[in-house]
Structure formats: C-alpha cells, structure tokens
Antibody, heavy 122, light 104 residues
Framework: QVHLEQSEHQLQTPGASVRLSCKAS????????IAWVRQAPGQGLEWMGW????????FYRPKFQGRVSMTADTSTSVVFLDLTRLTSDDTALYYC???????????????WGQGTMVTVSS | DIQMTQSPSTLAASVGDRVTITCRAS??????LAWYQQKPGKAPKILIY???ILESGIPSRFSGRRSGTEFTLTINGLQSDDFGTYYC??????FGQGTRVEIK
C-alpha cells in the first residue's frame, strides 16, 4: 500500500544544518508531489513547501527561502529536506506528505509520513 | 502568504451536537481548500477537499461549504471519536491556526 517512511529523529546544535529523508512506496513516485509540513511542540501545522516529482520543481514558503532545499532521488523514491542555519525555533516534528491528485489536479495531502522530530539545542 | 483565519480556537461539545468550524481566507482562493483532522501523536488526515468534497472513507457526518472566502466544516452528530484538532489549508499552502474539538 501507499506509504511514506521518514528518517530517524535528530538532535542538532544552533547554526547547524539538517537533512531529513522521506521514502515513498506503493505508487508511481514521479506522478505526484511531496510536501513538507512541520509542527512545533504544542503548536499548529506549518507548511514549508513542496517538490513536484516529475520535473523536480520546488515551491518554498517565503519565510524559508534561502534556508531550505527540497530534492528528490527518483531512482530510490526518496525526497530530502535540507534546512540550514538552525535555531531553537526550528525544533519541531517534520512531516512529509504526498500531494494527492484527483482528475489530474493536486487536491490535498492524502498520505503522511510518521514524522521526524528535530531538536535544536546547545 | 495568503492568511487563513480559523475560528474558534477551541470548542467543547457533546456527543450528538452539530459543530461548525470557520476558516476565512485573506484573498480569493476559489474552492482550493482542504480540511484535516489531527489526533494527538498522529499525523493529520484529510477529510474534505475542494472545499466540499468528502474524501473517500470519511463519514458523511462531515461536510464542507464555501461562501466567497469563508469556508465551514460541519460535523452533524458529533461522535466521541471526533475529538482532535481540525485544520483548514489553502491547497498547497498555508494552514489555519487549528480548532481543538473536545468532547464534553
């Protein structure tokens, strides 16, 4: 069945960078897009951006521009999120989610990974 | 960013009640709105897309409407399993702040 498996939780120091991964299975990888959403402890959902997997075009939320990069390895069906210059405000649970399609149009996030906790602390 | 303003932030209701959550977009987003339910410790689950279309497998007590830039999610006949936090999202972009639904 359709599944997104995310990488292990990470502890990082302020100023460092982090790379998270999201491995897709159970569907044709290149036909969809993957979004990244994060959730700080006790807070709401925050959309970060997404990558369209047929052409690897990316769309980032302006607040993350210059600090975020989303890439994909189509040979292994893995999407990566790189986030640089970490601060304590980046401490959050990071989800990858598939942008589902209906009638050829993206309509919402229909499959989610289990989340990767990133803790930024000195 | 288009802002998505969701209300109320919290509500408590009894089993069987009708519950309505509102989400207002700061600009016209047509019907490109989805609703999600998130339970504690779990990833969100999509309930409704294109403002009013029920996702497959979601109970029919959930419904969505659009009026201009105002969107509503209604639960007709709240069930004990409906506790959690509900979020609206402009598709491919910003989320509302969330509405926590508690069962009295």
């Amino acid at each position: 069945q359709v599944h997104l498996e995310q990488s292990e939780h990470q502890l990082q120091t302020p100023g460092a960078s982090v790379r998270l991964s999201c491995k897709a299975s159970g569907y044709i990888f290149s036909e969809f897009a993957i979004a990244w959403v994060r959730q700080a402890p006790g807070q709401g959902l925050e959309w970060m951006g997404w990558i369209k997997l047929d052409n690897q075009r990316t769309f980032y939320r302006p607040k993350f521009q210059g600090r975020v990069s989303m890439t994909a390895d189509t040979s292994t069906s893995v999407v990566f999120l790189d986030l640089t210059r970490l601060t304590s405000d980046d401490t959050a649970l990071y989800y990858c989610a598939r942008r589902g399609k209906k009638e050829g149009l993206f309509y919402g996030m229909d499959v989610w990974g289990q989340g990767t906790m990133v803790t930024v602390s000195s | 960013d288009i802002q998505m303003t969701q209300s109320p932030s919290t509500l408590a209701a009894s089993v069987g009640d009708r519950v309505t959550i509102t989400c207002r977009a700061s600009q016209n987003i047509n019907d490109w709105l989805a609703w999600y339910q998130q339970k504690p410790g779990k990833a969100p689950k999509i309930l409704i897309y294109r403002a009013s279309i029920l996702e497959s497998g979601i109970p029919s007590r959930f419904s969505g409407r659009r009026s201009g830039t105002e969107f509503t999610l209604t639960i007709n006949g709240l069930q004990s399993d409906d506790f959690g936090t509900y979020y609206c999202q402009q598709v491919g972009s910003t989320f509302g702040q969330g509405t926590r639904v508690e069962i009295k």
